[in-house]
């Protein structure tokens, strides 16, 4: 099993952890279970941080042993719209909130509900602003391209 599947595998065991602990109050889930998920919450935390720095030692042995690799233009564009996208589900899963908030049993009324989704939309929008904000809108011309472009500029 590559690390890239043990990390998908992590990742899904920490949502379904996440989703039983959220919704333990309709599910019939008893407080004590409640917390054994609240706590089983970091082995999968944990192990999904320890991933991510065994890929980046597999990226970068890859790249020392000459392995072709994408160009760092796309690998940015891409991390760009996987970012973008993950806003929007996080901002359309907190806008939400007035209709799945009363099923965890924590509801605050309409209007509570509903500034909650809000503030919640919002900080989630400032954290990915402040991410996306570091990574290019466009690929940038690499130096190489800009000297030929420049030569052929100056040839008659």
């Known amino acids: 099993m590559t690390t890239r599947t043990k990390q ?3 990742l899904l065991a920490l949502f379904v952890m996440i989703f039983l602990s959220v919704f333990s109050r309709p599910l019939g889930i ?3 279970v409640k917390w054994i998920l609240l706590l089983g919450q970091l082995v999968p935390l944990g192990l999904i941080f320890y991933f991510n720095s065994k890929l980046g030692e597999e990226r970068r042995r890859a790249i020392a042993e000459g392995v072709p690799t994408l160009p760092e233009p796309v690998v940015r564009m891409k991390m760009r719209r996987q970012l973008i996208f993950i806003w929007g589900v996080g901002v359309i899963c907190s806008l939400t909130a007035p209709l799945w908030l ?3 049993g924590t509801s ?3 209007l509570g509900d509903s500034l909650v989704g809000i503030a919640t939309a919002a900080l989630i929008s400032v954290i990915f602003w402040l ?3 570091r990574l290019p809108a466009e690929p940038a011309e690499s130096e190489s391209e800009a000297d030929s472009a420049e030569q052929d ?3 008659p």
Request: aromatic share 0%; net charge positive; proline share 6%.
């Open 8 to 10: 998908s595998l992590t």
């Open 131 to 133: 991410r996306l904000r």
């Open 108 to 110: 605050r009324g309409i």
């Open 30 to 32: 008893s407080e004590s």
């Open 153 to 155: 500029e100056r040839q």
């Open 102 to 104: 009363p099923a965890t």
